[in-house]
């Protein structure tokens, strides 16, 4: 069964240091990985894809992620925090042999960035 | 492009009663998904669409649920004889074609509270 998973509750950065929320992945055949974030009460916005080809990802709001296939993971990564980045961040992947279509979820990790 | 909307954002009910929600997806997307978050949990799969065609159900989706999409465009949801378990988010997405590297869009959410 294809499943996510987020080994860190919550991550703790302070403003302007470097940040990483991990995520590893396990599904058969070649995943596709996604990153979403989520603010208080509000909906999960898109913050990048992975489908294939160059291992490091780039998306929205300066975040990017590396795809590392023997390790089966997908970091979501920042060289520099914001206070504005605390938020819930979520991985999901999808499994590209499936019908579905629907994304599965990891259970989240909580960014919290202090000035 | 307004994104995806859903209404109402928030709503209380009694146990025992019946509750619907809309999701409006974004214009011309033709898969159509519905997810339910519980807090502290990443996003679960219920159901999904494409086009008016429902093509998936989630084991989470007991008899009490129903889900429609008339003509394709917006979607409903339905909880009959609403239980204190059903209290969660309940997210909406679309997406353009339900390809497995599509990127599905979510809206804002409904949060749904069963005193």
């Known amino acids: 069964a294809q499943s996510v998973a987020q080994p860190e509750d919550q991550v703790n950065v302070a403003e302007g240091n470097p940040l990483t929320v991990k995520c590893t992945y396990s599904?058969?055949?070649?995943?596709?990985l996604f990153w979403y974030v989520q603010y208080p009460n509000r909906g999960l916005q898109f913050l990048l894809k992975?489908?294939?080809?160059?291992?490091l990802v780039k998306g929205s709001y300066g975040f990017e992620a590396e795809f590392n296939k023997s390790q089966t993971s997908f970091h979501l990564k920042k060289p520099s925090a914001l206070v504005s980045d605390s938020a819930l961040y979520f991985c999901a992947v999808r499994d590209p042999g499936g019908s579905q279509g629907n994304l599965i979820f990891g259970k989240g990790t909580k960014l919290s960035v202090k000035p | 492009d307004t994104g995806v909307s859903q209404d109402p954002r928030h709503k209380i009910t009694k146990r025992g009663q019946n509750v619907t929600f809309r999701c409006d997806p974004i214009s011309e997307h033709n898969r159509l998904y519905w997810y339910r978050q519980t807090l502290g949990q990443g996003p679960e799969f219920l159901t999904y669409?494409?086009?008016?065609?429902?093509?998936?159900k989630s084991r989470l989706l007991s008899d009490r649920f129903s889900a429609e999409r008339p003509k394709g465009s917006f979607s409903t949801l339905e909880i009959q004889r609403t239980e204190q378990g059903d209290s969660a988010m309940y997210l909406c997405?679309?997406?353009?074609?339900?390809?497995?590297?599509?990127?599905?869009?979510f809206g804002p959410g409904t949060r749904l509270t069963v005193l």
């Open positions: 992975y489908i294939t080809g160059d291992n």
């Open positions: 997405a679309s997406s353009p074609a339900g390809g497995p590297t599509d990127t599905q869009y």
């Open positions: 669409f494409q086009n008016e065609a429902q093509l998936e």
């Open positions: 599904v058969s055949g070649n995943p596709y």
